[in-house]
């Protein structure tokens, strides 16, 4: 099955810094990878995904590069704000069964410190 | 849209008795729901895939017999944990695919935490 590495597990930067966390997977027929917020105690939420015939995708202060052949995608929060301090969850999927069954790395706990 | 609503948002209940959580897709029909465990400061791990009118799928290590699930309507789905046990504390949290208009886009429900004494 897939599997999915998230890095770091801990981040803490400077408000307005920029911050990067880094997943691998290891299933090459998975072509959809979002990228999930979670709030302590609250439902994860989806902040921004890449299918696999894209490279990078942006929105706003955020984005999301995909390098399939190495088998590894990235999210970039520049601009960093105390308010996107939470854990971020980096998924795997593949689309072409019928579940299309997400596998989530472990966790990034990012703080923002203003 | 895509909105999902799991109840209870909390349960405490004694060892040895059965808690049932429901989840709902609200504005959709979710053809798919998963079901997910979540401990403290760890990560999503998908206990049960639950497709409507179908047995669920259960991942490697869960006990079907212990998590029951039941994908009863297209806007239903719903976990029940069977005698209890303090072991079983956790946060549960649903999620729905909303069929092939979403493809794999998930929304996920606001989560259960149970607590068993």
């Known amino acids: 099955g897939e599997n999915v590495e998230q890095h770091p597990s801990t981040l803490s930067v400077q408000e307005g810094d920029s911050a990067v966390i880094k997943c691998t997977y290891s299933?090459?027929?998975?072509?959809?990878f979002p990228w999930y917020k979670q709030e302590l105690g609250k439902r994860p939420q989806l902040i921004i995904d890449?299918?696999?015939?894209?490279g990078e995708k942006k929105d706003q202060r955020i984005a999301v590069t995909l390098n399939k052949t190495a088998k590894h995608f990235s999210l970039h929060i520049t601009e960093t704000q105390p308010e996107d301090s939470a854990v971020y969850f980096c998924a795997a999927s593949y689309s072409g069964g019928s579940n299309y069954k997400l596998t989530f790395g472990k966790g990034t706990l990012l703080t923002v410190n203003p | 849209g895509a909105v999902v609503s799991q109840h209870p948002s909390r349960v405490i209940c004694k060892s040895g008795t059965s808690v049932k959580i429901e989840c709902r897709s609200l504005d959709f029909q979710a053809t798919t729901m998963f079901w997910y465990r979540q401990f403290p400061k760890q990560s999503l791990m998908l206990m049960a895939t639950?497709?409507?009118?179908?047995?669920?799928?259960?991942e490697q290590g869960v006990e079907k017999d212990k998590f029951l699930i039941n994908h009863a309507s297209l806007t239903l789905s719903t976990l029940t944990v069977t005698s209890a046990h303090p072991e079983d504390s956790s946060f549960y949290i649903c999620?729905?695919?909303?069929?092939?208009?979403?493809?794999?886009?998930?929304?996920f429900g606001a989560g259960s935490r149970l607590t068993v004494l």
């Open positions: 890449i299918r696999s015939n894209v």
């Open positions: 999620s729905a695919r909303r069929g092939s208009v979403g493809g794999n886009v998930l929304t």
């Open positions: 639950s497709n409507e009118g179908s047995k669920a799928t259960y």
């Open positions: 299933d090459s027929a998975s072509n959809y």
